[in-house]
T-cell receptor
């Protein structure tokens, strides 16, 4: 089944403790992206990648890092999480067919206390 | 800058037709997308417009006017399961997708 898989689905952590949210897609898509979704603010793009080793900042990159060492994986790293990073995070991927936009993972609900 | 506007909430009756509007101002335009998102779930793709005009897909249609920076999503024969948020998104340069705030649609019996 074609899908985007992110883990974990739920995570509660403490301020300052480094964490990684993994994202993997099995559709051989070139493009991958991370979004956060907050009430009243909608989906905001954190980082995106147009191919292996090619990443760029989205609208809200502060406090996050990404890497794209392999085509299928695009992990999101929070080096020192803070409470304002409590949010619902989505990973998404898209292929070269521009008519299909992004396919989203199931989401990761992160709480930083 | 980039700005996308949609109404925050709409209510409609089962079996009716509803139109959800989206206006946008973005630097660069490479297509407009509509997504459906049920509470707590991932957004799912509904439609794509890159040229002006109407695209029809079953009960859902989407319209685009690039000169006016305007799109709408039309949902016909509403069903209870259509209660969800509907997100308008514009792709700018590369894969820079910008999403609107979403419109929460409630379908009443």
């Amino acid at each position: 089944e074609a899908q985007v898989t992110q883990n974990p689905r739920y995570l509660i952590t403490v301020t300052g403790k480094k964490l990684t949210v993994t994202c993997s897609q099995n559709m051989n898509h070139e493009y991958m992206s991370w979004y956060r979704q907050d009430p009243g603010l909608g989906l905001r793009q954190i980082y995106y990648s147009m191919n292996v080793e090619v990443t760029d900042k989205g609208d809200v990159p502060e406090g996050y890092k990404v890497s794209r060492k392999e085509k299928r994986n695009f992990p999101l790293i929070l080096e020192s999480p803070s409470p304002n990073q409590t949010s619902l995070y989505f990973c998404a991927s898209a292929g070269r067919n521009r008519a299909y936009g992004y396919t989203f993972g199931s989401g990761t609900r992160l709480t930083v206390v | 800058g980039q700005n996308i506007d949609q109404p925050t909430e709409m209510t409609a009756t089962e079996g009716a037709i509803v139109q959800i509007n989206c206006t946008y101002q973005t630097s660069g335009f490479n297509g407009l997308f509509w997504y459906q998102q049920h509470a707590g779930e991932a957004p799912t793709f509904l439609s794509y417009n890159v040229l002006d005009g109407l695209e029809e897909k079953g009960r859902f249609s989407s319209f685009l006017s690039r000169s006016k920076g305007y799109s709408y999503l039309l949902l016909k024969e509403l069903q209870m399961k259509d209660s969800a948020s509907y997100l308008c998104a514009v792709r700018g340069y590369g894969q820079n997708f910008v999403f609107g705030p979403g419109t929460r649609l409630s379908v009443l019996p």
